[in-house]
Every structure is written in C-alpha cells, then in structure tokens.
Nanobody
Framework: QVQLVESGGGLVQAGGSLRLSCTAS????????MGWFRQAPGKERKFVAA????????YYADSVKGRFIISRDNAKNTVYLQMNSLKPEDTAVYYC????????????????????WGQGTQVTVSS
C-alpha cells in the first residue's frame, strides 16, 4: 500500500505564490508518474500537472502553463507544485496522484489512470 500526503495549501492573495508538496510512503515506493489535480466545489476533478518519475518529463493544463511548475525529488519520494501568479479561479482542493506501474499509453490527464491518491489540500486565492 502507498500513502500520499499533501501539504502546503493555504490562503493567499491574488498574484501570490504557494508551493504544494506530496510525499509518498508505504511499501517500497516506485512511481511511473505523478500528477496534481484540483477540484472546486460542485465541479469535477481536473488535471493540473504531471511528471514522469523517470526522465522528469512534465505536462501542464493550459490554464496553468507558465504559472505552475511541477518537479520531483526522487530521493525524498516527493513531488512539488510551485504555483505562481495565483488567481481566484485557482481556488480548489488540490490532490496528488500516483501511477505506480508503467503503461503503454500516457493518459496523464485522466483521473482513473492513477492508482493512488492523497487526501487533498485546500488552496484559496482571494481577490
């Protein structure tokens, strides 16, 4: 079993920055890819960013491209989401997700492609 624990959420003014962290623990952790998703009240969970654990290729939703940066620290089994130039529409619960086995196709935007999820951390951006 793998546990993902997010941290770093909070309240920030528009234009500000936050850095989210997600640390994996449990059985010998080996990830194929990790992603960040977000879910606003009453809306579906949406893809934000993803990173391949080996190689570090990164992928972003158009809405955050140029503002958010995903990165990982293999030694710490941790993935980060640096969020800059935050907007009120970025307000949501942010979830970390992991796919622990390889895939012939890289469906990194699809919720069901990931097999482990964190509990979420709230990010609120005030105007």
């Amino acid at each position: 079993q793998v546990q993902l624990v997010e941290s770093g959420g909070g309240l920030v003014q528009a234009g500000g920055s936050l850095r989210l962290s997600c640390t994996a623990s449990g059985r010998t952790f080996s990830s194929y890819a990790m992603g960040w998703f977000r879910q606003a009240p009453g809306k579906e969970r949406k893809f934000v960013a993803a990173i391949k654990w080996s190689g570090g290729n990164t992928y972003y939703a158009d809405s955050v491209k140029g503002r958010f940066i995903i990165s990982r620290d293999n030694a710490k089994n941790t993935v980060y989401l640096q969020m800059n130039s935050l907007k009120p529409e970025d307000t949501a619960v942010y979830y970390c997700a992991s796919r622990t086995y390889s895939s012939s196709s890289f469906y990194y935007t699809v919720v069901s492609w990931y097999n482990y999820w964190g509990q979420g951390t709230q990010v609120t951006v005030s105007s």
